[in-house]
Antibody, heavy 127, light 103 residues
Framework: EVQLVESGGGLVKPGGSLRLSCAASGFTFSNAWMSWVRQAPGKGLEWVGRIKSKTDGGTTDYAAPVKGRFTISRDDSKNTLYLQMNTLKTEDTAVYYC??????????????????WGRGTLVTVSS | DIQMTQSPSTLSASVGDRVTITCRASQSISSWLAWYQQKPGKAPKLLIYKASSLESGVPSRFSGSGSGTEFTLTISSLQPDDFATYYCQSRETFGQGTKVEIK
């Protein structure tokens, strides 16, 4: 079965750290460009960042609110995606979704959409 | 960054109605637009990609159109399972969402 399963969410104090994991199965994970998308309670969807496949360079990009605090990585031997979150703020409270990002590289830049989603894991940042 | 503006924010409709949701991009994105459906407590689900391509398994009552900066998602005959929130997306940006409610 093709699926993504997130884990690692929980309650953390402001300034703390947390690492989320996303286990992939049913497809060739090493070829996939992956993203994290989050959703604060009662709010809309917000892209967090992405990582390319290693064959395409393995580079990462981040949204401005998390740049310098969050790090996305992958372990293709374990079919697992990670999101390391440091210096957490109350505004980082959200459900975090792991997604596959179908990407087309054009002369005007990359364009992508998210075709496979995990169920999400809740991160609560509160004192 | 591209800005995406959806309208309306909320839409009240009845089963069987034809429903249209609009998404406007702040700059031309050609046909690089996707639409998602999200139900409470669930992950979003891809409906449409590249503006008008129907994702596998999605009912044919859903359709997408548009290019450049103006796009629409149409549900030809609203079904009880379609009451949800819908989002458009291009690159790193999502629209703010349109909630389709029962009239």
């Amino acid at each position: 079965e093709v699926q993504l399963v997130e884990s690692g969410g929980g309650l953390v104090k402001p300034g703390g750290s947390l690492r989320l994991s996303c286990a992939a199965s049913g497809f060739t994970f090493s070829n996939a460009w992956m993203s994290w998308v989050r959703q604060a309670p009662g709010k809309g969807l917000e892209w967090v960042g992405r990582i390319k496949s290693k064959t395409d360079g393995g580079t990462t990009d981040y949204a401005a609110p998390v740049k310098g605090r969050f790090t996305i990585s992958r372990d293709d031997s374990k079919n697992t995606l990670y999101l390391q979150m440091n210096t957490l703020k109350t505004e980082d409270t959200a459900v975090y979704y792991c997604t596959t990002a179908q990407t087309t590289v054009t002369t005007r830049g990359d364009f992508w959409y998210f075709d496979l989603w995990g169920r999400g894991t809740l991160v609560t940042v509160s004192s | 960054d591209i800005q995406m503006t959806q309208s309306p924010s909320t839409l009240s409709a009845s089963v069987g109605d034809r429903v249209t949701i609009t998404c406007r991009a702040s700059q031309s994105i050609s046909s690089w637009l996707a639409w998602y459906q999200q139900k409470p407590g669930k992950a979003p689900k891809l409906l449409i990609y590249k503006a008008s391509s129907l994702e596998s398994g999605v009912p044919s009552r859903f359709s997408g159109s548009g290019s450049g900066t103006e796009f629409t998602l149409t549900i030809s005959s609203l079904q009880p399972d379609d009451f949800a929130t819908y989002y458009c997306q291009s690159r790193e940006t999502f629209g703010q969402g349109t909630k389709v409610e029962i009239k």
